[in-house]
């Protein structure tokens, strides 16, 4: 006697267009799905069809459709766009020669670059590489000079970052301008929005804004003009045609010796060894490049002939700071800061903002702030910027009255610079 065979369930006619659809679906996939879930949850809703009790059968289908529906969403999601590697393509050169994705200019040069989607106009006296560039992600290495680029906001959350040696640039979608001087980083934002990371701390630069980064400080004003960036300027260059000189006949002279070859030594300051300005540019491009570990080595050895060398000091000191040592850091601009010259009074200020920002010790950093303002600051806005950052270092020590006697003499000596704004703000905290 042959066994009683299972009642079969009525067609579902939304659920055979589904399973259609969703085989439909699957095929032009270039990357199937392995094991292949959907066949087995197709599999499965079948037998529970056929085996559940009468009265769950409505409810089983429905269950199986929404993990079906869920795991293949998933699926798609995960699975996403391919990254698309990009190539830097010259659309303009003037005075600027391009190896590989080195891309540098003369004094009075310019280029632009064409990465994707996106356009970077490189200035005048500017070395940029573009370390790394594709649809998921691009990254520029801007040594110093300046660029302005005009990234795609189409793509969503693609990284766009820009390393200079005194802070990192990241960007969505906008159009912007980085300056990287030796002492000094500037950020202006013509459209959309940009996050300017220097040291331990982070800024917002919007529309119509500039953001300066100078010894530590950072100043966020007004940009001084509306008009579009200069290096984005896509005019072709003409090219002229160079002028041939007669060539003289040739002379027979007699053979020259070869001079012997020198070794170059370091340049000499007063008895002492300094580091020579193409070496501390190097170590300044490869730190913001990320390899502070093994600048962080050659330094120490140079340092152990020339201790006194502020620069070198101070290029420790920095890399120290974006290792994460921030006691290592402080101590090496504690020590730079004993020297003379610019590079020092950098130092000392530096030392506050660590002292300030990082190590959560304002009475210190008022010291290091007094010590920098009685050497007197490079400029107005500077000196006010610095006298802002120590009424802060005041109203932590619970000493509001003289951090707003601090704040007044700012608002009414330094009251047409970019810290008066951020003055006001603090004066009406305090």
């Known amino acids: 006697m042959s066994e009683p065979q299972a009642p079969q369930s009525a067609p579902d006619p939304t659920w055979d267009r589904f399973a259609d659809e ?218 002229v045609a160079p002028v041939v000189a007669p060539v003289p006949e040739a002379v027979v002279e007699a053979p020259v010796e070869p001079e012997p070859v020198v070794a170059v030594e370091p340049v000499k300051k007063k008895g002492a060894v300094a580091v020579p300005a193409s070496k501390l540019g190097e170590w300044r491009t490869r730190a913001a490049r990320g390899e502070c570990g093994l600048v962080m080595a050659e330094v120490k050895k140079f340092l152990g002939q020339a201790p006194d060398d502020v620069p070198a000091r101070m290029t420790l000191a920095d890399c120290q700071r974006r290792s994460g040592d921030k006691k290592g850091a402080l101590d090496s601009y504690l020590k730079a800061s004993a020297g003379k010259g610019a590079d020092a009074n950098r130092a000392t200020l530096m030392a506050a903002a660590v002292l300030q920002d990082e190590l959560s010790q304002p009475e210190k950093a008022i010291k290091q702030l007094d010590r920098y303002l009685s050497r007197g600051p490079e400029s107005r806005d500077l000196e006010a910027s610095v006298m802002v950052r120590k009424a802060r270092a005041l109203q932590a020590t619970g000493k509001k009255a003289q951090a707003r006697a601090v704040v007044d003499v700012v608002l009414k000596k330094f009251s047409d610079t970019s810290a008066a704004p951020e003055a006001l703000r603090l004066r009406d905290a305090l």
């Open 22 to 239: 969703l085989k439909a679906a699957r095929a032009p996939l270039s990357v199937p799905p392995s094991p292949n879930e959907v066949a087995r949850l197709l599999q499965r809703a079948e037998e529970a069809d056929t085996k559940a009790p009468a009265w769950t059968r409505l409810l089983v289908p429905a269950g199986v459709f929404a993990v079906v529906v869920a795991g293949v969403i998933g699926f798609f999601a995960l699975r996403g766009e391919p990254e698309v590697m990009w190539t830097a393509k010259t659309v303009v050169a003037s005075s600027a020669t391009t190896t590989g994705s080195l891309t540098e200019t003369s004094a009075d040069g310019r280029a632009v670059l064409s990465v994707g989607d996106d356009t970077v106009g490189v200035g005048p006296g500017s070395r940029v590489e573009v370390a790394s560039a594709s649809s998921k992600a691009t990254r520029l290495v801007l040594s110093k000079g300046s660029v302005a680029a005009r990234v795609d906001p189409s793509r969503g959350k693609r990284n766009f970052d820009v390393e200079t040696p005194l802070g990192r640039v990241h960007v969505v979608g906008t159009v912007f301008r980085v300056r990287a001087m030796e002492d000094e980083l500037l950020v202006e934002v013509q459209k959309g929005t940009v996050e300017v990371t220097h040291g331990s701390q982070s800024s917002k630069v919007t529309v119509g804004q500039r953001l300066v980064v100078k010894a530590g400080v950072a100043t966020l004003g007004a940009r001084e003009s509306d008009a579009a960036f200069d290096e984005l300027n896509e005019t072709p260059v003409v090219a």
